[in-house]
T-cell receptor
Framework: AQKITQTQPGMFVQEKEAVTLDCTYD???????LFWYKQPSSGEMIFLIY??????QNATEGRYSLNFQKARKSANLVISASQLGDSAMYFC????????????FGTGTRLTIIP | DVKVTQSSRYLVKRTGEKVFLECVQD?????MFWYRQDPGLGLRLIYF???????EKGDIPEGYSVSREKKERFSLILESASTNQTSMYLC???????????????FGDGTRLSIL
């Protein structure tokens, strides 16, 4: 069974600062994918970034980057120059390798950006 | 852009009622999923389907059933609603990519269901 652990239930960060959201995972599979989603208060889940287990470089998408440390089973999301619109719930997820594309989610981190 | 549409944003039902939550996607995706989201528990998979008329149980299928008669539509059914099924329900869809590329699941806006 796969598992995602997000140990930060909530975080408060000053606007324009960088923020790191922690994610550790547990899997016995060699091939897997890691995803980060953002959920604003309106409820929709927005895909942010993906990291494959065989990707040699850390994924980046605009202000989002993923600090992938495979040996430590860690996939932290880094948001640079935070903005008020970054206030939301953030979920880390791992994809099952069995071809059915199932995701296992963590419990999430509520990020609040302070002006 | 992929569009996943859930029939209701908010729904209030009574215990014992049969409840239908509908989800439609417009990108011809093979896979469709139903999750429920509760504070402190994240998203938990109820059921998923990888083809028409095919379904598989997720982590918490008890009290739920699903129907997929057409590729674009995936329905979640609460056979006899109970108060512990009050929750946020999220539908998602994805393409099958056998080469393991970075295709995410695309989510609808969610349905906040209250069972009184």
């Amino acid at each position: 069974a796969q598992k995602i652990t997000q140990t930060q239930p909530g975080m408060f960060v000053q606007e324009k600062e960088a923020v790191t959201l922690d994610c550790t995972y547990d899997t016995s599979d060699q091939s897997y994918g890691l995803f980060w989603y953002k959920q604003p208060s309106s409820g929709e889940m927005i895909f942010l970034i993906y990291q494959g287990s065989y990707d040699e470089q850390n994924a980046t998408e605009g202000r989002y980057s993923l600090n992938f440390q495979k040996a430590r089973k860690s996939a932290n999301l880094v948001i640079s120059a935070s903005q008020l619109g970054d206030s939301a719930m953030y979920f880390c997820a791992i994809r099952s390798p069995d071809g059915n594309e199932k995701l296992t989610f963590g419990t999430g981190t509520r990020l609040t950006i302070i002006p | 852009d992929v569009k996943v549409t859930q029939s209701s944003r908010y729904l209030v039902k009574r215990t014992g009622e049969k409840v239908f939550l509908e989800c439609v996607q417009d990108m011809d995706h093979e896979n469709m999923f139903w999750y429920r989201q509760d504070p402190g528990l994240g998203l938990r998979l109820i059921y998923f389907s990888y083809d028409v008329k095919m379904k598989e149980k997720g982590d918490i299928p008890e009290g739920y059933s699903v129907s997929r008669e057409k590729k674009e539509r995936f329905s979640l059914i609460l056979e006899s609603a109970s108060t512990n099924q009050t929750s946020m329900y999220l539908c998602a869809s994805s393409q099958i990519y056998w080469d393991r590329t970075n295709q995410p699941q695309h989510f609808g806006d969610g349905t906040r269901l209250s069972i009184l």
